[in-house]
Structure formats: structure tokens, C-alpha cells
RNA sequence: GGCCCUGUAGUUCAAUGGAUAGAAUAGAAGUUUCCUAAACUUUAGAUCCAGGUUCGAUUCCUGGCAGGGCCA
């Protein structure tokens, strides 16, 4: 909104004309007043003491006569200390109101011209997702929808890591154990049938490892010798040398996997524009090295390994290509990011991978620089902590993993028990409480992964994490559908409800100018979330704009008001309260519901 | 050993260098003739330690301590 660049504008006129300050408007930060005390906006008088030559309490006393008697939008003001409040006109926050009704754009920016690639979800094709991939593709979904708020041009991509010794752990021990079993002989979904499989080889293998160190083996060595670990690495040289059968099965149990993969993407709604897969795009990365060593920017090694050297960039000397000539995961990732940039042109390109992986971005980016790329500059690692268990961090070996599909199964059942416990399922069919289950289950684990900062590690507890009360999703899709109820109220009496339906009215309750004073944040919150790439800023304001709504519906009664006007501008502020929850948790990937 | 991240109520999370550090949850006490009580109101409770910069530090800097990660 334009009211804080207003007042922003006349407090440096103040400052110029009173104190002979001069302090361009863009400089000049309101934050908001503090519940405790009267007003809207603060101003903070205490770095122009000097400048001034007065005392804090002086200058914020000074500016605030002369704004009340110079600002219309100034109602009055009051100082404590260095904090100089505004108190803004209601009929000021009436007609931002009746702006922001009218703008139906509002908070979305205009076309930037900017193209930003995200990369996120990035599974490897030997096992289904477990929590920390639902950490990351909300994060990645989340993201980017943001961007695209802010005007930008984003593509969705999800790299596939589907080749490499682990998929042929699987393989191997598919054909080792599987007897022909598929997802449909037993009914088991795909990527869980190759999970199942990596479980049994790494099982075997370890019996296996147990055995050579019983003979009296060292078991560093008894790892590298055991049979079918020399059998998934021969397999791994068939399936590059494109052998027939590997490649075959290769492809049946990747195709299990996908099919396992849309189905959970399905579920817990996201998307990608574009999919790379490391087998297509594992080779361009040799040629990036070469590139390197022939404009002296890499280097080899007597063994003929090749390096390069970042020890100036603050990094240490690292590895690009193997001596015996095969690709490292930074190899394979030199080779996709110049695919990426040729297929889209991006001037920022976003990966959305977990933090341990830190200091490989670092050294990527340092990379591509010393390489002259001109999409080195644009990659940015959005990096994220790992979720743990109560148990500690998880491990897939030990057992320990929370898989995707079986959480989201258990919050949908938990969403069902809710609700049947609290009696609000009359008058749904058996389709529309299934929907409402998968709502708001959802709503909750998403709203519950997306609230926290990014960085931070965080904790989730099964049983105790997943509320349906307080800050959490239900908590705002309840709000949605409260006054979903109230419009259908609406409706059903024949009210058309506009900007002309409450014309007169020009004051309102302290609650009411609460939530218009949200509402009007809408627009700054998206902006800000799409500068830090922060979901959790968009939650923070779903979650206020929320609560604050709910004090006004308590508070004040909308169809026993007998001022039409009075009871039109609340039906009208509900809408709108309605229409800023549901943009803001679409753009945390979070459905609304109308009724629940 | 080197580098990176994180330390805030019992617990899970907030706080562009600003006021008496906010929420939620668990605890205590209330609110249904009225639009959905998955709500609302009241109450109690915290910045890892020691320095420094600043009118002002949870935030920035230095040194510890604790947890986690990465690189050999």
C-alpha cells in the first residue's frame, strides 16, 4: 500500500523543515506499533539525536505535531522514549480497503523479466520418499509459486538421480531374490517394491561382510571383497557399457518407481515443469573437465586424476574426475547445470537440497566461476536442516525412516478421527469427507514442515507434531471455512456485496481496522518472502491475518447488525479476509476448504 | 585437525540493531439463547557463557561451551 511511502514521505519533509535534516523517504522505516501502545505505525527518533541536537523525546514530540497538523492521514500520535506512534484515520484504512477490494492483483508483481529455475525433490530411484523429501518439495513447491508471485518466470525441475551403484544394489538384488515379483503380483507400489529390494541387498551384504570378518578379514577390507558388492560394481560397468539385459531391467524397475513417484507427487500436490535425469546428463560433465584442464584452470594429478584448486576462494583442493576416468557427483553436476541453463536461460537457478550438501554447492559455484560460466553467478543453494526423530537423525539402514506415503496415510486418518470426534462431518458425502480428510491433513504437515525457518534443523515428534489446534494449518483453514459459511449466508439472503454496499460507513471497531491492518500486508509479505526465498514468512502471515480475524468474529456479530451498512463492510471485510488466507496458503501449496 | 550451520519459556517455533523478547502447546481460570468452541479471553513461564561495538544487541564482532554437518 501506498500509506506507509505517504507518511514516510512527510516525516522527511518534517525532518527537513523542522530539524534541517535531510533524509531521502526511502530511507526512512516504519515499523509497526506495539499492541500496548495507541497507533499503527512507529518511527524511531533516536538516530537523529545528533543530527538534531535534541533529545529523542523532543524530535518524536516535534515531528509529531507537525505530521497531525500537516498529514491528513494522521490522526494523532503519541512518544514514549525514542518511539514517535502514528494513529492513522479510519477513514484512511476505509478507503485502503476499498482499494485493496478492488485491486483483484493485489501482492502479485508484475512480469520482472526474471527467469528462475528451481530444482527440488531430486530422489534417487532405489527407494520411496521419506520426511526430509517432504521437507524439501514443500520447500521447492512453496518457492516457487512464491517467485512466481513476485512476477518472475519459473521452471519446476526435479533431477533424477537414477543411475549409479545404488540402483544396482537393487537390481542385484531383485534378480537375485524378486522371483518375477511386481507391484501388481503383489501389490505393493513401485518405489516401495525397490526400496524392499535395496533393504535385502544391503542386508545380504552385510551377512556377507560378517562372514569374511568371522574368517578373519579386516572389515574395511571385508566391505570392498565381499562378493555382491564386486557384483553391483560389475553390474554398474554393464549398465554403462549399455549390456542388454542390465539396461533392461534397469528400465522395468525404474518405471515401478516413477509410477510410485507420481503417485506420492500426486498426493501431496506438487509438480514439475521439467524433469532431468542424471543417466542423460552424467556425461556433459567430462567435457566441462576437459574445457578446464585445457584452459589451465584444472590440473592433474601424476595418477592422471583431475583437480582443481579453490584454496584462494577459501576452499581446499577438489576432486572433478577419478583417475580411472569415472565422473564424481560434482562432474555429473557441472554437466546438468550447463544443460539447464541452455534449456532455460536463467539468471538465478535455485537448488533446494539439503544442508550437508554446503559445501559442495560452494565448490560447484567456485567451479563453474573459474570455468568463465555465465550461469555460475546465478546458482544459489537453498539449503535446509535435515528433520529429525525424537530418536535422533534418521537412517535408512537402521530402520529408522518415516516414509512419505505412510505419514501422509497416518495424518489423513488422524484428520478423520478429528473430525469425527468433533461431530462436524453431518451433510458431507463419503467423497467430500475423504476430500476434507486429505485437506487438511496436508494442511497440517505442510503448514507444520513450511512454518520453520529453512536453515534450522528441526524436529519431528509422530505422535505429538501434528496438531490440529493453535498454529497450524487447520487452524487458518478453519477460518477459511467459517467465513465460507458466513458468504454462503450471504448468498442465500441476496446480498451483493461491493464497494458501494457500505459507502457511508466511516468508522469501525478496533478489530475490524486490525484486520484491515493485516490485509494491507499482504502485498509487502509476498515481497518479502520472495526476496529471502521464505515460505515461513508467508505461514507467519497466513497465521496472523487469521488470528486476527478470529478476535473480530468473536468479538463482533455480522447478521445481527442492524446497520445494513455496518453489517455489508463486514461481510465484505470477510471475503476479503477469505480471499488473502486462500492466496497466501496456495502459495505454501495448502488448500482451503469451504467447509469443515 | 580445518571449515560451515544452530543454541530463545517444560516442549515446538517467532522477532529488517529498537520499546516491557512474541506465538503455540502442555499447566491454571473463564466464554455457547448470537454467523462453525478445530474458536475466543485471562494467567504463569525463556535469549548457552564471558567480553566488545552502539543511544540501544536475541540479532553485529572476538573468545569459550554445547549440538549437528562437511572435508580429509
Known amino acids: 500500500m501506498q500509506l506507509q511511502a505517504t507518511i514516510a514521505t512527510s516525516i522527511s519533509q518534517a525532518l527537513q523543515a523542522l ?8 530511507q526512512i522505516a516504519l515499523q509497526p506499533t506495539r499492541k500496548e501502545f495507541a497507533g499503527s505505525f512507529t518511527f524511531v527518533t533516536f538516530p537523529y539525536t545528533k543530527q538534531a541536537g535534541k533529545g529523542p523525546e523532543q524530535i518524536g514530540q516535534a515531528l509529531g505535531e507537525y505530521l497531525k497538523e500537516h498529514a491528513a492521514e494522521i490522526k494523532d500520535f ?3 522514549k525514542g518511539f514517535l506512534n502514528l494513529e492513522i484515520e479510519q477513514t484512511e484504512w476505509l478507503s485502503i480497503f476499498r482499494e485493496l477490494m478492488q485491486d483483484a492483483k493485489y501482492g502479485y508483481g508484475e512480469n520482472s523479466g526474471k527467469k528462475v529455475m528451481v530444482e527440488y525433490s531430486s530422489p534417487n530411484t532405489n527407494k520411496p520418499l521419506h520426511l526430509g523429501h517432504l521437507r524439501n518439495n514443500f520447500l521447492g513447491y512453496s518457492v516457487s509459486e512464491i517467485l512466481k508471485a513476485n512476477g518472475h518466470d519459473v521452471m519446476k525441475a526435479n533431477l533424477v538421480n537414477d543411475r549409479g551403484i545404488h540402483i544396482c544394489k537393487s537390481m542385484l538384488a531383485y534378480q537375485r531374490f524378486g522371483n518375477g515379483e511386481t507391484p501388481e503380483s503383489s501389490n505393493i507400489k513401485g518405489d516401495h517394491l525397490a526400496g524392499k529390494y535395496y533393504v535385502q541387498f544391503d542386508k545380504a551384504y552385510k551377512e556377507q561382510i560378517d562372514e569374511l570378518v568371522a574368517g ?11 562378493p555382491l558388492i564386486l557384483e ?20 522395468q524397475m525404474n518405471g515401478w518407481v516413477y509410477e510410485g513417484f507420481d503417485a506420492t507427487y500426486k498426493n501431496i500436490g506438487v509438480d514439475f515443469d521439467k524433469f532431468y535425469y542424471e543417466s542423460e546428463t552424467y556425461m556433459l560433465g567430462k567435457e566441462r573437465v576437459e574445457e578446464g584442464l585445457a584452459k589451465g584452470v584444472f590440473f592433474k594429478k601424476p595418477d592422471g586424476s583431475v583437480w582443481v584448486d579453490l584454496t584462494d576462494e577459501g576452499l581446499d583442493e577438489k576432486l572433478l574426475l577419478r583417475a580411472d576416468g569415472t565422473s564424481v557427483y560434482i562432474t555429473q553436476d557441472m554437466g546438468t547445470a550447463e544443460l539447464k541453463y541452455n534449456d532455460f536461460p536463467y539468471d538465478q537457478s535455485i537448488y533446494v537440497v539439503a544442508d550437508e550438501q554446503n559445501y559442495h554447492f560452494q565448490v560447484l559455484k567456485a567451479v563453474l566461476k573459474k570455468l568463465g560460466k555465465p550461469y555460475a553467478e546465478g546458482i544459489y543453494h537453498l539449503s535446509y536442516g535435515m528433520v529429525d526423530l525424537p530418536s535422533g537423525k534418521m537412517k535408512s539402514r537402521e530402520g529408522t525412516v518415516v516414509d512419505a506415503d505412510e505419514l501422509v496415510q497416518e495424518m489423513i486418518d488422524t484428520a478423520r478421527q478429528q473430525t469425527e470426534e468433533l461431530g462436524k462431518i453431518e451433510g458431507f458425502t463419503p467423497e467430500q469427507a475423504k476430500e476434507l480428510y486429505h485437506t487438511l491433513a496436508m494442511g497440517a504437515l505442510k503448514y507444520f514442515l513450511l512454518k520453520v525457518d529453512p536453515k534450522k534443523r528441526m524436529l519431528f515428534n509422530p505422535q505429538e507434531s501434528i496438531d490440529f489446534r493453535g498454529n497450524t494449518g487447520p487452524f487458518i483453514q478453519y477460518t477459511h471455512a467459517r467465513i465460507a459459511a458466513i458468504l454462503r449466508k450471504a448468498a442465500e439472503m441476496g446480498l451483493k456485496v461491493d464497494v458501494t454496499a457500505f459507502d457511508t460507513v466511516d468508522t469501525m471497531h478496533e478489530t475490524e481496522q486490525e484486520v484491515i491492518t493485516q490485509l494491507a500486508n499482504f502485498g509487502a509479505v509476498v ?10 514468512v508467508i505461514a507467519n502471515y497466513a497465521y496472523e491475518l487469521a488470528k486476527a480475524y478470529n478476535r473480530f468474529y468473536q468479538e463482533i456479530s455480522i447478521f445481527n447488525e442492524t446497520d445494513e451498512q455496518a453489517r455489508n463492510f463486514r461481510i465484505a471485510l470477510s471475503a476479503m479476509v477469505a480471499r488473502f488466507v486462500h492466496e497466501s496458503m496456495s502459495l505454501l501449496g495448502i488448500a482451503v476448504p469451504e467447509r469443515m
Do not use: R
Not at 515481497?527 to 515461513?536: H, I, R, T, V
Open 78 to 80: 503519541n512518544v514514549v
Open 19 to 26: 530539524f534541517n535534516i535531510t533524509v531521502d523517504a526511502g
Open 216 to 226: 578373519g578379514m579386516e572389515k574395511e577390507e571385508a566391505k570392498k571383497k565381499a
Open 527 to 536: 515481497k518479502e518472502a520472495g526476496n529471502l526465498q521464505a515460505p515461513s
Open 232 to 251: 553391483a560394481q560389475e553390474m554398474l560397468q554393464k549398465w554403462e557399457h549399455n549390456d542388454k539385459e542390465v539396461v533392461d531391467l534397469w528400465k
